[in-house]
């Protein structure tokens, strides 16, 4: 069941698509023509599978449970029979996009347990060497047999496009200079690791937020209600995020030289 949305050149188009496929998905339930209902889903479904890889494959690697035993298709096949059963309660396409959301989370809420951050990593995230940050980075990009993790092995090319740049975390005019000395010493490649990294040991909250707002480009009340929580917790959880991740660039790299 994989998708790709390389035919969407932006986030809003793809999200334009999901809007308008809602009228088309009642007429079709209404048919009882299930099989073109599934159809038409399917061809929405690539952003929120990233979603669920994002969250799956951070619960992977913290050890809640193995590689073997869910895969995104899991929730996916199950997310089918939700939309099919529940659609009549969105009352409007224009609450579509997030409700897939909304039952998204309900799905991964269900199989994924909250799990503990590592408040270690935030008391010392000022005080860590060089290489104690390159050995983090070595240590993330391994299993828990200390083999190598290839995204090969997750089965789903709809994770690999989740990246993260600069412009997700320093966001002020003032601040463009910086970004360009980073981007200068780091690269893309190492940025989006470092993030990915410093993403791995925020609390869950934290890190669903961020990735909300940098990857799926959803508003800070549209957040709000899909994590049920205010507008404000949801402010601050973006705000510390991004906070945190600027400390750990200015810990980990100088760009003073």
């Known amino acids: 069941m994989k998708t790709s949305i ?3 050149e932006t ?35 690539p952003e929120i599978r990233k979603y669920v890889n994002q ?15 869910y895969k995104a298709d899991d929730i996916i096949d199950q997310l089918f029979i939700t939309i099919y059963d529940a659609i009549d309660e969105v009352e409007s396409e224009s609450n579509f996009y ?4 909304k039952k998204t989370n309900d799905l991964l809420e269900d199989v994924i347990v909250e799990e503990e951050f590592n408040e270690l990593f935030f008391k010392n995230i000022d005080d ?29 090319v709809a994770y690999k496009q989740v990246e993260y740049n600069l412009d997700h975390v320093f966001v002020e005019n003032d601040e463009k200079d910086l970004v360009d000395k980073l981007d200068m010493q780091l ?30 480009k959803l ?30 660039l200015f810990n980990r790299y100088s760009v003073d030289n």
């Open 187 to 216: 690269g893309e490649d190492k940025v989006n690791e470092h993030i990915e990294l410093v993403l791995h040991n925020m609390p869950a909250a934290m890190r669903i937020v961020f990735y909300l707002f940098t990857n799926q």
């Open 128 to 156: 860590y060497s060089k290489l104690e940050w390159d050995e983090m980075q070595e240590e993330f990009s391994t299993d828990g047999d200390g083999d190598l993790m290839l995204l090969e092995e997750l089965d789903d």
């Open 6 to 8: 390389s035919y969407f």
């Open 219 to 248: 508003k800070i009340e549209e957040i709000a209600e899909i994590q049920k929580k205010s507008i404000p917790e949801i402010e601050k959880l973006l705000s510390n995020a991004k906070k945190v991740i600027q400390r750990s």
């Open 55 to 69: 969250r799956l494959n951070t619960a992977i690697k913290k050890g809640h449970f193995s590689k073997k035993k």
């Open 98 to 101: 997030l409700w897939l959301f």
């Open 11 to 45: 986030q809003t188009e793809f999200r334009l698509f999901v809007t308008k496929s809602f009228s088309s998905l009642v007429e079709l339930k209404k048919e009882a023509n299930q099989t073109s209902f599934n159809e038409l889903v399917l061809k929405i479904l």
